[in-house]
């Protein structure tokens, strides 16, 4: 399969995967899950959609943390971390991916703990997603990159 086949084509689908990204910088993972499953639903089986499981396996990580499946959180970061390689090119339109990546690499080897995900903040275009009125801000397509939300 092809590198770079992650792309959002509607302001729907835009709106949803960021809303997921600032309920997960707020730690608010049930919440970051049902966007970013519903978008998932949403683009259905489709390959461009490979680059967002890299995000729901984040919620995974967590939630298997949670649970103590430390077996299933090592299988999670490695995967997400070949993922995130695979579909680096074209996650940069919407986040900025070297964090994601460092923190995958740090914490492949490493034991991990929940304080640590809830530490992971995700951004876009040099950000940080955490304002409540931000998810109602509208959000420029990928190929306006570089630009700032409307007012």
Known sequence: MEPS??????DNEINLF????IYF????YTSAHHSWETLWKNIGNNPRRLGLKVFLQLIGIYENLYLNKLDSV????KTSSKLLAKNKE???SYVE???IANFLNIYKDKKISLKVIDELKIKRNGVEFTKTSELNEHLPLPHTKGTKPAP
């Open 97 to 99: 991916v070297e964090d």
């Open 18 to 21: 960021f809303k997921g990204v």
């Open 25 to 28: 910088n707020k730690n608010e």
């Open 5 to 10: 086949l992650f792309m959002l084509k509607t």
């Open 74 to 77: 090592r299988y999670l970061i």
């Open 90 to 92: 074209e996650l940069k």
